[in-house]
Structure formats: structure tokens, C-alpha cells
């Protein structure tokens, strides 16, 4: 069993920027998606960024040229880097590992962008 942890969350300003980590206890083998995921009240979850197969990007219009997903395999860790900060990416931020047999979640990291 893989067990998620993120870490980086904060308070930040607006135009700020913050560095999510998820780090993956055990192998990361099964996994061939990892994803930055979040939700704020009221709001349905929402795929911010994923990586595939550690080459396929996708973002989601909102932050496309703010954020940049990346990971260290040696590390077991994927990151999101986030830039430009806006009050609108309030949320909690998820890290997800997607496999063909393995859906693990993080327990979430709070982000808040406030002056």
C-alpha cells in the first residue's frame, strides 16, 4: 500500500508563489499518472495538473502558464509549482496517484491566497 503525504501549503500573498510536494511512501511503479488536484468550498474537486508516463502535461485553463508539474522519481516525489498566485486558487490541493489497478489520494494541503 502507498501512502501520500503533501507538504508546502501556506498563506500566501497575491503574485506569491508556493511549492506543493507529494511524497510516496513505497514503490511508485504502479503509478503512471500523478496529479495535483483541488477543491474549495462549495466547489466540485477539480484536476489542476497531471503528468503521464512523466512526459504527457495537462492543465487546466485557469493556471496554464502558472503552475508546472514535475516529479524526482529518485525522490518518490512530485511537485507543483505554483506562480502568480491569485486569491481564486484558494483551496485544499490533493495529490493523486493514478495506475491501471492503484488510485491513491493524499490527505491534502491547505493553500490560501489572501492579502
Known amino acids: 500500500q502507498v501512502q501520500l503525504v503533501e507538504s508546502g501549503g501556506g498563506l500566501v500573498q497575491p503574485g506569491g508563489s508556493l511549492r506543493l510536494s507529494c511524497t510516496a511512501s513505497?514503490?511508485?511503479?504502479?503509478?503512471?499518472?500523478m496529479g495535483w488536484y483541488r477543491q474549495s468550498p462549495g466547489k466540485q474537486r477539480e484536476a489542476v495538473a497531471t503528468?503521464?508516463?512523466?512526459?504527457?502535461?495537462n492543465y487546466v485553463d485557469s493556471v496554464k502558464g502558472r503552475f508546472t508539474i514535475s516529479r524526482d522519481n529518485a525522490k518518490n516525489t512530485w511537485y507543483l509549482q505554483m506562480n502568480g498566485l491569485k486569491p481564486e486558487d484558494t483551496a485544499v490541493y490533493y495529490c493523486?496517484?493514478?495506475?491501471?489497478?492503484?488510485?491513491?489520494w493524499g490527505q491534502g494541503t491547505q493553500v490560501t491566497v489572501s492579502s
Open positions: 493523486r496517484g493514478l495506475g491501471p489497478r492503484t488510485d491513491y
Open positions: 503528468l503521464t508516463s512523466g512526459i504527457f502535461t
Open positions: 513505497g514503490s511508485i511503479s504502479s503509478i503512471n499518472t
